[in-house]
């Protein structure tokens, strides 16, 4: 069981937009400090998302971040195919002294 | 450009040991935390521990305290994991990683190395 909790899978056709999203406590989300991780399937995960919010160069404009209180989430608009894959959430966490992931989420685009 | 290449991954007994190397390219590599992040077949991704750049401060995961020792050599520009008294659930792909934006949080990744713990 992990310590972020993700919904384990969602679904989109292309061109629609799509909500994950990423439930912690008030030891870990409640920090502005949640990333968000792309995986393509049979590679290693990419950095999407930093502090909530930020997307790191290169990554499209498509893909969003957002934290209130103790919830988080990444929305993916305008989906395309290529976005089929699994995506992680973490956050430090003060209760365990280190960084925990979220389940993830399995996209499927229809 | 950024790489990272982990080897030493394979097929160990329960009770065994392994050690995993990184080398790193591409970066400063003294100047980041590195971290050794894992993901277990069909299942998602778990931290396992992090070192500071000069080697002072090392972090585990309570599941691999006393067993797993995280080290670097900055000369090599190369991290490890030491592991011992192998179970069958520390069966992953082990992921090294360069931090990003905070210290923790992982930024580039390298492309994993099996190991798999299993008579």
């Known amino acids: 069981q992990s310590v972020l909790t993700q919904p384990p899978s969602t679904s989109g056709t292309p061109g629609q937009r799509v909500t994950i999203s990423c439930s912690g406590s008030?030891?870990?989300?409640?920090?502005?400090?949640v990333y968000w991780y792309q995986q393509l399937p049979g590679t290693a995960p990419k950095l999407l998302i930093y502090r909530s919010s930020q997307r790191p160069s290169g990554v499209p404009d498509r893909f969003s971040g957002s934290k209130s209180g103790t919830s988080a989430s990444l929305a993916i608009s305008g989906l395309r195919s290529e976005d089929e894959a699994d995506y992680y959430c973490a956050a430090w966490d003060d209760a365990l002294s280190g960084p925990v992931f979220g389940g993830g989420t399995k996209l499927t685009v229809l | 450009e950024v790489q990272l290449v982990e080897s030493g991954g394979g097929l160990v007994q329960p009770g065994g040991s392994l050690r995993l190397s990184c080398a790193a390219s591409g970066f400063t590599f003294s100047s980041y935390w590195m971290s050794w992040v894992r993901q277990a077949p069909g299942k998602g991704l778990e931290w396992v521990a992090n070192i500071k750049e000069d080697g002072s401060e090392k972090y585990y995961v309570d599941s691999v305290k006393g067993r797993f020792s995280m080290s670097r050599d900055n000369a090599k520009m190369s991290v490890y994991l030491q592991m011992h008294s192998l179970r069958a659930e520390d069966t992953a792909v082990y992921y090294c990683?360069?931090?990003?934006?905070?210290?923790?949080?992982?930024?580039?990744w390298g492309q994993g190395t099996l190991v798999t713990v299993s008579s």
């Open positions: 008030s030891s870990n989300i409640v920090t502005p400090y």
């Open positions: 990683a360069r931090s990003s934006y905070d210290f923790w949080s992982p930024g580039y």
